[in-house]
């Protein structure tokens, strides 16, 4: 049961020799598919009933032409999304084409079929259309990918990040056919009922069932307005452009190979400095991204599968190109990916990836941020972060007297870069821009917690000329006893500054926060008890600085001390911007002379 | 007491529109430009232009106007050019970066680099105050009076004019945030505003209340600053009654009302135009329709079902900040006559990028050198070369032949006519995606609708975005010229108020729900007495906020019980919320207990409405309105397509397309295989092949 999964994701052929649709109708299909991702998405919205579903935007809805590339897409989370066509291949590949029929619809999950980990779930529906010669054929698959509150396996939620194999991790389906021909395979959607903890999880997934079915209708209608043929050769002409402005914007990067590492702290069981390595080639208009060199230690817990890091990648240097470049099958096609079977970025099968869907898997954007800076500083922004897991909590709800799950999916701010000419901003980094977290009013509703504090840390964004973001301070008080499971990195390797900026402050993450028997977290809480009125207490990371620090604008750095995002003491340490006056008395003034006395003395130093 | 005159006045970017109802019953529209740097001057000198046309003075018609109600988009350019007053904010501590965190949400995912929105008050101006509540009231930290003064202090020091408090839970127990506007006004006794956030808003979460409560203490000042101006001007002249202002909600309201919550004007300008055409297909027997506004830079679409607006509770962004207020559901994107069109990395694109009113596009030869919409179809024949524009203007079309040919044709290879259709497919197809998008949303189907279409280039377009959408039913208002401002005209009063009780319906306690029921009865009394309703003249319906456990969003179920709500109605009530989901969202769960979430009241006094909108002529057979013939392009090849002169023609009156109908301020393209007939309330009505 091997799937070779780099060959799965291999160029497939194309569907026309040379499109001769013109490039309106091309794009006024592109717009129709787009907004067809749209519906789905908005679908899973209106009908999920679970937090995760309809408030988070975890889902990603993608148009695939019958040989799985992808044609069209609408993206909750970029990371995320770009694993989502390769469990539409290996069903492909695997019932083959004829067992496909018109009204079916297929779910799927497992990471090592195409999948990134296992709470993510594929829901995917076959369009069908006249042949031409009287018949009908497979012209496009619609498909819904959304991540669950629960996946079976040992520890609810989805993460159970001491699992020494996949099967641990939570039950695994690499493809069921759950409608077919228009009729709903009742067995087999009580067994994926049967599989879960969560009793919403069903109509959850019959919610993403009836997105693919509206889009799967609504694909119908397009290919019966404008033809098979016109709309086959709309995705192929739709591939080519997005290959085509790819390859420009690579042809615009210097010439070279740039090579970096990065390092996660540890594993879930604290095999520690995790290493990444990259070589980016470019050569004229073609992008090679190998990873030989990456760790490679049997012992590891936590592994990210080739589809995972191959989502990652393509997230974080679609980041670094033109926004407007439709993100479809040419653009993840002009990639020459290199990931050596076994190591962390590329498992052998049944290894455990929950946790390393998050570490190794985000750091791959930071390794290729990080080497890319010298020729593309202006690009430079890792996509990544230093999340570890979210924190769980549980205990017995004092209403209900039922078992609660708390996944803290709370608005924390960290982990975000500068980029040049910008201070970084808001709560994470752009590519989470789609999540919609929750706040003290509506989580205090639910679970039995207090959030006490949520502000940005003073002099925890990483310095630069510009500013990394600060992270949050956070602290949460338990109201009942309690239990509390987490996974903890960033402590040893925070955000890198960029381009001569500094590193963002660590995370930090305390349970009994302020008792008398604190529990530092140094890579795991493994069930951790806290006792009602007792607090966690996380200090998210900063995001690494952009430049050298001690170019920023003094004006600017006044202004991060007046509004508290930089101590006194800061400005003067990391920046060499002397103040006088006071912050109370709100008489702070730069006193150039010295300001410049001392970046002098500064510069002389590190020059020496 | 005599009938009146009554005035609508809706001030636009480029032109403050007027209508008017006679005492007579005739309804007179007019235009004048739109004074930006006080939008009060533009419509006093409209009220002067009404007062020519009736032959007498300003005076004189001020002293027998009835009503003036208005449309203004002074919140609006507030928060366009950030001019707002100098705010601050008390909020608990903790969650003073609440605000510049928002929940996550970026608008541009894949671009590191786009910048954050201007900030209202900078974090040095964001005070954090001890003091908690739980989700029940509960106290857990008691308010620091000292520290809210010092924060005060503070806030005065910094020149701050207007304050908005924000503290956790306000909305269940508001004492804190009521303390601490005393001690605000004893320590500043001049400051200007004060915003209380469970005044503005009442309910959770908090980055939603935080930022609407921001933005209304921005622009509150600015608001009551106009508003007193506008008032003095209008009493100088002679008028004595009730100004009443348009709100985002569909509803007016009197001066004093919109200047507390002036955050309820902001997007009230689409609006108007919205209840415009709500009232024309009410008079047209059409229920269900989209109702689209398609001008100069912006195609704004709202849905109306039932003969009511789609009202958007959530995910209300504008320029930057979340308003978390119901407000008409009316959604915008960048397509308009004044849409761009270029070649980029040889993609045909349009929008959203605009020439806007000036310089225009190239064919108003006012120094517009792109090529625009608004030239493709002149190229294509659907403009008159003269006459335009109520006859002050021409078309120069050879020069926006000449722009496409240079911009879009050369760069796609192709003729200038196959570019020019090239860049109206775009553009349609753009409009009709964005419409099926808020459709999807609420879960419409574009085929059981039917279409209405204003706005400067409504009527252009309606048929090919219709028929892209595959509706079959397309209505054309005459009055579309001045529409917002006939929509602000026949506004009902609306007051619609929410307070926040989360719970599950089974723990409901009843003396509780009756007495929040209570409580928005007797607020909603107050907000109507000032515009002089009586209770009799106003209908009032209570709603319970009700959803399944973790839902996000709520929905409103009737819950005409109210302070007689009784142990035994919450059977029922469960029951509607079950049925309602279920022909709402297509499904429910009635083995699941649902959750209250709070208790909603709308208020709503009805207007006199006019049976007609517009003068219509006196032509019933259309040749004899035939002005001539223009070659059109409908996708095929140029045909001879005769023109008509639209004030001429007669209610019953049928014109079989190709045809184009000419109107002083725009044309209405009926294509092949498509009728458009006149009704007597004057609009045309297309039926699509």
């Given at each position: 049961m091997h799937v070779d999964l780099v060959q799965l994701a291999g160029s497939r052929g194309r569907l026309s020799e040379a499109p001769s649709v013109d490039q309106v109708t091309a794009e006024v299909i592109r717009g129709a598919m787009e907004t067809i991702c749209f519906e789905m998405a908005v679908y899973v919205s209106r009908t999920a009933t679970t937090p995760i579903l309809n408030q988070s935007n975890e889902r990603n809805a993608t148009i695939l032409d019958a040989q799985g590339r992808l044609a069209a897409l609408s993206v909750g989370i970029p990371q995320f999304m770009l694993t989502s066509t390769l469990p539409v291949r290996f069903a492909l590949d695997f019932l083959g084409p004829e067992e496909f029929h018109e009204g079916d619809v297929f779910v799927a999950n497992d990471p090592y079929h195409g999948g990134g980990h296992l709470p993510d779930y594929n829901v995917f529906a076959p369009v069908f259309a006249d042949d031409g010669n009287g018949g009908r054929r497979m012209v496009l698959i619609a498909s819904i990918q959304c991540h669950h509150g629960d996946t079976g396996g040992g520890v609810p939620g989805g993460y159970n990040v001491t699992a020494t194999d996949v099967w641990g991790e939570g039950v695994r389906w690499p493809v069921l056919k759950v409608i077919d021909r228009g009729v709903e395979r009742r067995d087999v959607l009580y067994a994926l009922q049967a599989n879960n903890?969560?009793?919403?999880y069903i109509g959850d997934i019959r919610a993403q069932m009836g997105a693919a079915q509206l889009a799967a209708d609504r694909l119908g209608d397009v290919v019966a307005r404008y033809g098979t043929v016109t709309v086959e050769e709309s995705v192929d002409y739709t591939i080519d452009y997005a290959a085509r402005r790819f390859r420009e914007e690579v042809a615009a990067w210097p010439d070279g190979v740039y090579e970096a590492d990065a390092y996660v702290d540890h594993d879930p069981l604290g095999n520690p400095d995790i290493h990444l390595h990259v070589k980016i080639t470019v050569d004229g208009d073609r992008l090679t991204i190998d990873y030989s060199g990456s760790d490679e230690r049997p012992e590891i817990q936590a592994w990210s599968t080739f589809g995972n890091t191959r989502g990652y990648t393509i997230g974080q240097i679609a980041s670094m190109m033109d926004p407007e470049i439709p993100k479809n099958e040419g653009f993840f096609d002009q990639i020459d990916l290199v990931v050596p079977a076994g190591c962390v970025l590329n498992p052998s099968p049944g290894k455990p990836v929950s946790a390393g869907t998050h570490h190794p898997g985000a750091d791959v954007g930071e390794v290729i941020a990080v080497a890319m800076q010298d020729v593309l500083p202006d690009k430079a922004v890792p996509q990544s972060y230093k999340t570890g897991i979210p924190t769980i909590i549980v205990g017995t709800d004092p209403v209900t007297g039922t078992q609660f799950t708390d996944h803290s999916a709370e608005v924390y701010a960290g982990w975000c870069n500068a980029a040049r000419g910008m201070d970084a901003w808001g709560a994470q980094n752009a590519s989470f821009g789609n999540l919609w977290k929750a706040t003290a009013e509506i989580n205090e509703s639910l679970y039995?917690?207090?959030?006490?504090e949520r502000d940005y840390r003073v002099d925890s964004g990483g310095p630069g000329q510009w500013r990394g973001l600060c992270g949050s301070h956070y602290e949460k008080e338990v109201c009942v006893d309690a239990k509390v499971y987490t996974y903890v990195v960033?402590?040893?390797?925070?955000m890198p500054g960029i381009c001569g900026g500094l590193a963002g402050e660590p995370n930090k993450m305390v349970i009994r926060h302020g008792s008398a028997d604190p529990f530092t977290v140094r890579h795991t809480a493994d069930w951790v008890p806290i006792a009602a009125g007792e607090r966690i207490m996380y200090d998210y990371g900063g995001g690494g600085g952009w430049g050298d620090p001690l170019e920023r604008n003094p004006h600017a750095v006044l202004d991060d001390v007046l509004d508290e995002y930089v101590s006194t003491e800061g400005a003067r340490r990391d920046y060499g911007v002397v103040l006088t006056g006071s912050l109370a008395d709100l008489t702070l003034a730069v006193d150039h002379d010295a300001t410049e006395a001392l970046r002098s003395e500064r510069r002389g130093a590190s020059g020496a | 007491m005599t009938v009146g005159y009554r005035v609508g006045i809706d001030v636009g970017g480029t032109f403050t529109d007027l209508i008017c109802v006679t005492p007579a019953g005739e309804v007179v529209l007019d235009k004048t430009p739109t004074t930006p740097e006080d939008q009060s001057i533009g419509v006093m000198n409209g009220l002067a232009l009404l007062a020519e046309r009736f032959a007498c003075s300003l005076h004189e018609l001020c002293a027998q106007l009835d009503i003036v109600v208005h449309g203004t988009t002074t919140a609006d350019n507030t928060m366009i050019e950030m001019n707002g007053a100098p705010t601050g904010l008390l909020v608990t501590k903790g969650h003073r970066d609440e605000i510049e965190m928002r929940r996550v949400h970026k608008e541009q995912i894949w671009d590191p680099s786009y910048p954050a929105p201007p900030p209202i008050a900078r974090r040095r101006a964001r005070i954090p105050i001890p003091e908690r509540m739980n989700h029940?009231?509960?106290?857990l930290l008691p308010l620091d009076e000292e520290a809210v003064r010092a924060g005060v202090r503070r806030l005065r020091h910094l020149g701050v004019e207007s304050i908005a408090i924000m503290f956790l839970f306000s909305f269940v127990n508001p004492e804190h945030e009521r303390r601490a506007a005393e001690i605000v006004r004893e320590e500043f006794p001049d400051v200007s505003h004060v915003s209380l956030s469970h005044e503005v808003m009442a309910r959770g979460p908090e980055f939603e209340r935080v930022s609407t409560t921001l933005v209304n203490a921005y622009v509150a000042p600015r608001i009551a600053a106009y508003v007193d101006q506008l008032q003095e001007k209008l009493r100088d002249a002679g008028y004595a009654g009730q100004l009443l202002i348009m709100q985002s909600t569909g509803g007016v309201m009197p001066p004093d009302y919109v200047a507390r919550r002036a955050v309820t004007l902001l997007a009230s300008g689409p609006t108007g135009g919205v209840m415009g055409a709500t009232l024309a297909a009410k008079r047209a027997g059409i229920d269900d329709f989209v109702a689209v506004d398609m001008g100069g830079t912006s195609f704004d679409l709202a849905l109306v079902r039932g003969g009511r607006p789609e009202i958007k509770t959530d995910w209300n962004w504008r320029y930057r900040y979340y308003i978390g207020l119901p407000m008409v559901d009316v959604q915008s994107v960048g397509a308009g006559g004044g849409s761009i069109a270029r070649v980029r990395q040889g993609a045909l694109l349009v929008g959203p990028d605009s020439a806007g009113?000036?310089?225009?596009?190239?064919?108003?030869?006012?120094?517009?050198d792109r090529p625009t919409v608004t030239d493709a179809d002149a190229v294509l024949g659907y403009l008159p070369e003269d006459g335009f524009a109520g006859g002050r203007m021409t078309l120069d079309v050879e020069a926006a032949r000449a722009a496409i040919e240079r911009d879009a044709a050369a760069a796609l290879g192709v003729d200038v006519v196959e570019a020019a259709w090239g860049i109206e497919r775009i553009v349609n197809a753009n409009m009709a995606n964005a419409t099926r998008r808020v459709l999807a949303a609420h879960g419409a189907d574009p085929r059981t609708l039917a279409f209405i279409a204003y706005g400067g280039n409504g009527a252009v377009h309606a048929w090919a975005i219709a028929a892209e959408l595959g509706i079959h039913r397309v209505l054309v208002p005459r009055a579309a010229p001045a529409f917002s401002a006939l929509g602000v005209l026949v506004a009902d009063y609306v007051v619609d108020l929410v307070r926040s009780y989360v719970v599950p319906l089974s723990q409901v306690d009843l003396e509780r729900m009756r007495s929040l029921a209570h409580e928005v009865h007797d607020e909603a009394r107050k907000e109507m007495e000032p515009a002089g309703l009586a209770d009799d003249a106003t209908t009032v319906e209570l709603f319970a906020q009700m959803c399944y456990p973790g839902q996000n969003f709520d929905m409103s179920v009737p819950?005409?019980?109210?302070?007689?709500?009784?142990?035994?109605?919450l059977l029922e009530l469960a029951e509607r919320f079950h049925t309602q989901h279920e022909r709402d969202r297509g499904f429910c769960f009635r083995n699941q207990q649902p959750l209250v979430r709070g208790v909603r009241l709308v208020a709503r006094s009805e207007t006199p409405k006019p049976d007609h909108f517009a003068e219509t002529g006196t032509v019933l057979d259309p040749s004899a309105a035939l002005k001539g013939h223009r070659d059109a392009y409908f996708g095929v090849a140029f045909v001879a397509t005769p023109v008509y002169d639209g004030p001429a023609l007669a209610p019953g009156c049928t014109i079989s397309g190709p045809a184009l109908i000419e109107e002083p301020f725009t044309v209405v393209v009926i294509p092949p295989g498509a009728t458009a007939t006149l009704d007597t309330a004057g609009n045309y009505e297309l039926t699509l092949g």
């Open positions: 903890r969560i009793p919403s039995p917690h207090i959030q006490w960033g402590m040893k390797y925070p | 029940e009231g509960r106290v009113s000036a310089p225009g596009p190239v064919s108003y030869g006012r120094g517009g819950l005409p019980e109210g302070e007689t709500l009784a142990e035994s109605d």
